[in-house]
């Protein structure tokens, strides 16, 4: 059975590496790795293949940065060279990132089976990049493996046949599972002249948030406003730094810094007081670690960690912000717990299912 699985950003291979394990640990699948070139910064890709010991690519389509239309085009076009070269039983993608996407229409219009790990999550905000992708990725995927039984109940409302959905839980859990005990060695909070328990951690990076200056403006000021109260970290993705050098927004109260790697980023979550964010992932990793957390959205495709989890949605409204933290440094602290299939076996349970399903 040949596989090919692709991935191109940083969740992705924070979502691949124990799928990837699994399946090459088997003797009867043939694998082949394609990374789009979607992030190539040394921080956001060769240090996760290192740090989460994913093998070497054996393709590199180099596709970079663009508009949505020039880096899915540059990735539909790379990846239909490599079908040819490579005709597969399955092509696997993770996610829902522009190469999520753009991999999974190539493979289908070349009628190979397609399997989209990570199905079934709407945000219902058609304004997102991720939501167009993930609806158009999940419509035409022959094996659609869920993270929560709401996100298999979304694709059955949408129509698609219960045969094809595999609640597996979630993948990125996985990883840190996984690399947990390592993480909890680091004190990467040193690095920043912080202390356990004693700070918050940032990440924004969503264009509705980031690239619209008069909010990344009050944002900043809002996280000053924190600062003052508790010390922030905040570890900017590469648009937001570009976005904050064009907005003059670099120089503040605040710590602004650069990403991190994996293991450093875990261990900053674990040790943070709380953290703010607008990523997907990190919303799931701070419930599974049992960490507050404020999610600068106003919706999330991620409910359980609301709802089950120590994730409050607090809108995008700077103000409210601030006052949330507030709450949080007054001693107001959302507990919460584990969804069910958050245990680091999603990628065996892919695994078997996938090869089941291919074989037959
Ligand atoms: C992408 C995903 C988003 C995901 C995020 C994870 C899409 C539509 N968006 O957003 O879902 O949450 O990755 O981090 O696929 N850049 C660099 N170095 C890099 C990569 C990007 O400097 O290695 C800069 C470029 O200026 C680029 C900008 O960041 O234009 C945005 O990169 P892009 O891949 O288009 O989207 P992300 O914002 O990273
Ligand atoms: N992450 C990281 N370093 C950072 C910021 C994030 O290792 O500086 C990790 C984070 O812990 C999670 C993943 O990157 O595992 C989430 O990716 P991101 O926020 O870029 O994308 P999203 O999940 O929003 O799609």
């Given amino acids: 059975m040949k596989f090919i699985t692709v991935v191109g950003a940083r969740p992705n291979f924070v979502k691949i590496a124990s799928f990837l394990q699994e399946l090459e640990a088997r003797s009867d699948t043939q694998s082949v790795l394609v990374h789009t070139g979607q992030h190539y910064d040394p921080t956001l890709s060769d240090l996760f293949f290192e740090q989460l010991s994913i093998?070497?690519?054996?393709?590199?389509?180099?596709?970079?940065?663009?508009?949505?239309?020039?880096?899915?085009?540059?990735?539909?076009?790379?990846?239909?060279?490599?079908?040819?070269?490579?005709?597969?039983?399955?092509?696997?993608?993770v996610g829902d990132v522009n190469s999520t996407m753009a991999c999974a229409i190539t493979a289908k219009k070349m009628r190979m089976k397609v399997a989209h790990i990570e199905s079934g999550l709407r945000s219902g905000d058609m304004s997102m990049p991720e939501e167009i992708n993930r609806l158009a990725t999940d419509v035409i995927s022959d094996y659609l493996f869920t993270t929560t039984a709401k996100a298999s109940e979304n694709l059955l409302r949408e129509g698609i046949a219960p045969g094809r959905i595999f609640l597996v839980g979630n993948i990125m859990i996985d990883s840190l599972v996984r690399n947990k005990a390592r993480a909890?060695?680091?004190?990467?909070?040193?690095?920043?002249?912080?202390?356990?328990?004693?700070?918050?951690?940032?990440?924004?990076?969503?264009?509705?948030?980031v690239d619209d200056p008069v909010l990344l403006k009050n944002i900043s000021r809002s996280l000053e406003k924190i600062h003052a109260e508790c010390p922030v970290l905040f570890l900017a993705h590469p648009r937001t730094q570009i976005q904050l050098r064009q907005?003059?927004?670099?120089?503040?109260?605040?710590?602004?810094?650069?990403?991190?790697?994996?293991?450093?980023?875990?261990?900053?979550?674990?040790?943070?007081?709380?953290?703010?964010?607008?990523?997907?992932?990190?919303?799931?990793?701070?419930?599974?670690?049992?960490?507050?957390?404020?999610?600068f959205r106003d919706n999330t495709e991620r409910p359980e960690t609301?709802?089950?989890?120590?994730?409050?949605?607090?809108?995008?409204?700077?103000?409210?912000?601030?006052?949330?933290c507030a709450k949080i440094i007054a001693g107001h602290i959302k507990t919460g717990q584990v969804p069910e299939l958050w245990d680091g076996q999603t990628g065996r349970r892919i695994v078997q299912i996938l090869c089941e399903k291919i074989k037959n």
Avoid: W
Avoid at 184 to 209: C, D, I, M, W
């Fill in 55 to 93: 093998r070497k690519p054996d393709v590199n389509l180099g596709v970079g940065s663009g508009s949505h239309a020039e880096q899915t085009a540059r990735v539909m076009t790379g990846f239909d060279t490599v079908l040819r070269q490579h005709p597969a039983d399955c092509v696997v993608v």
């Fill in 247 to 295: 907005a003059g927004l670099t120089s503040s109260s605040y710590q602004l810094a650069n990403p991190v790697g994996y293991l450093e980023m875990i261990n900053l979550q674990m040790n943070a007081k709380f953290v703010i964010t607008d990523s997907g992932g990190v919303q799931e990793e701070t419930t599974v670690l049992g960490i507050p957390c404020l999610t």
């Fill in 306 to 324: 609301t709802r089950l989890g120590t994730n409050i949605l607090v809108g995008t409204n700077p103000a409210r912000l601030v006052e949330e």
């Fill in 184 to 209: 909890e060695q680091l004190r990467s909070f040193n690095q920043y002249g912080l202390k356990p328990g004693k700070y918050a951690l940032v990440t924004l990076h969503r264009p509705s948030n």
